[in-house]
Structure formats: C-alpha cells, structure tokens
Nanobody, 126 residues
C-alpha cells in the first residue's frame, strides 16, 4: 500500500524542540521530491520545507530558517523535520507530501504534490 504516515507531534513549551517523522511505504522516498507543510486553524496550508528530488537541495520558508531542519534517511525510507526554538506561531497540523522527482530552486506549492500523509498535531503553548 502506497502511503505516508507522520508521527512525532505533541504539546511542547515555547523554546522547545520536536522531531517529526514521515515514513513512506509502497515506494521509495529517494525517487521523489518531499515536502513538509503545516496548517493552522483558519489559515491556508503553508509550505515549510522540502528536499528537491533530483539534486537533494534543501529549502525552507523564511519563518523557519535556522530553526527547522529537513532530512531523509533512505535506509529507513523516512523523512524527518527537526524543529527547534518552537514558538506558538508554529502551532499547526503538520503534513508530509511527495511529488515528482525534479530539480527545484524553491519549494513548490501544495498542488505539486500527489501523495499526502494524514498529519500530526504540533501545539506550542505554556
């Protein structure tokens, strides 16, 4: 079965850290472009980070640069999002997604991706 399953979301205090995981099954992550998105209540889905499929370049939205790190473990067919220095503005449901394996100069919008996970809730609050 082709699917993505996220995990790792939790309630964390401001300034804390979390690592989200996205495990792929039924296909190889290395053959795709991978993205992390988030959606807060009442807001549009926002691209957070991505790995360009053909050249493995990493891209981040400005609000998370220097705090978040995306990484792929091919042996585990898993992509991670390490999130540090979390703020309440990072509260959202986080999704991973995969799309065609291309060279990208920036993260594409959500419509580029054709497979999505179910999401994992991240809440940053004291």
């Amino acid at each position: 079965q082709v699917q993505l399953v996220e995990s790792g979301g939790a309630l964390v205090q401001p300034g804390g850290s979390l690592r989200l995981s996205c495990v792929a099954s039924g296909f190889t992550l290395d053959d795709t472009t991978i993205g992390w998105f988030r959606q807060a209540p009442g807001k549009e889905r926002e691209g957070v980070s991505c790995i360009s499929g053909r050249d493995d370049r990493l891209h981040y939205t400005d609000s998370v640069k220097g705090r978040f790190t995306i990484a792929r473990d091919n042996a585990k067919n898993t992509v991670y999002l390490q999130m540090n220095s979390l703020t309440p503005e990072d509260t959202a449901v986080y999704y991973c997604a995969t799309g065609p394996r291309l060279i990208l100069n920036s993260c594409p919008s959500w419509s580029f991706y054709d497979l999505w996970g179910q999401g994992t809730q991240v809440t940053v609050s004291s």
